[in-house]
């Protein structure tokens, strides 16, 4: 099943975070997402003409991550906006992570 076929699982931690090497191989489903170098938070940052589209998407965003029950961390600007998934109960990255910002890709 692919990532974008998959639906959030709770989590309240207690599980290990995704390790480098599986964070690697998901990362290969989602183009143009970066990991941070510990491998604890996705991020991709957004570039667009102006302030409606950069709202657009923001507010796309919004509803999936309230739909999927987990919620990226945003920065926007006029034409711009900055999207990191990490999961804060497990301090890393799960795969909720990556269903997230295979979602978000599929909006585009």
Same mark, same amino acid.
């Given at each position: 099943?692919? =990532?974008?076929?998959?639906?959030?699982?709770?989590?309240?931690?207690? %599980?290990?975070? %995704?390790?480098?090497?599986?964070?690697?191989? =998901?990362?290969?489903?989602?183009?143009?997402?970066?990991?941070?170098?510990?491998?604890?938070?996705?991020?991709?940052?957004?570039?667009?003409?102006?302030?409606?589209?950069?709202?657009?998407? =923001?507010?796309? %965003?919004?509803?999936?991550a309230q739909q999927?029950?987990?919620?990226?961390?945003?920065q926007v600007g006029y034409?711009?906006?900055? #999207?990191?998934?990490?999961?804060?109960? #497990?301090?890393?990255?799960?795969?909720?992570?990556?269903?997230?910002?295979?979602? %978000?890709?599929?909006?585009?």
């Amino acid at each position: 099943m692919s =990532l974008i076929e998959k639906k959030c699982q709770a989590c309240e931690g207690g %599980v290990p975070p %995704v390790g480098p090497v599986e964070a690697a191989r =998901l990362l290969k489903e989602i183009p143009g997402w970066t990991l941070d170098p510990e491998s604890k938070y996705l991020e991709r940052k957004f570039t667009f003409k102006g302030f409606y589209p950069t709202m657009s998407l =923001l507010n796309a %965003v919004a509803y999936i991550a309230q739909q999927e029950g987990h919620h990226p961390d945003m920065q926007v600007g006029y034409n711009y906006l900055t #999207i990191q998934f990490t999961t804060h109960a #497990i301090k890393g990255l799960s795969e909720n992570d990556f269903i997230c910002a295979a979602k %978000v890709n599929a909006l585009l």
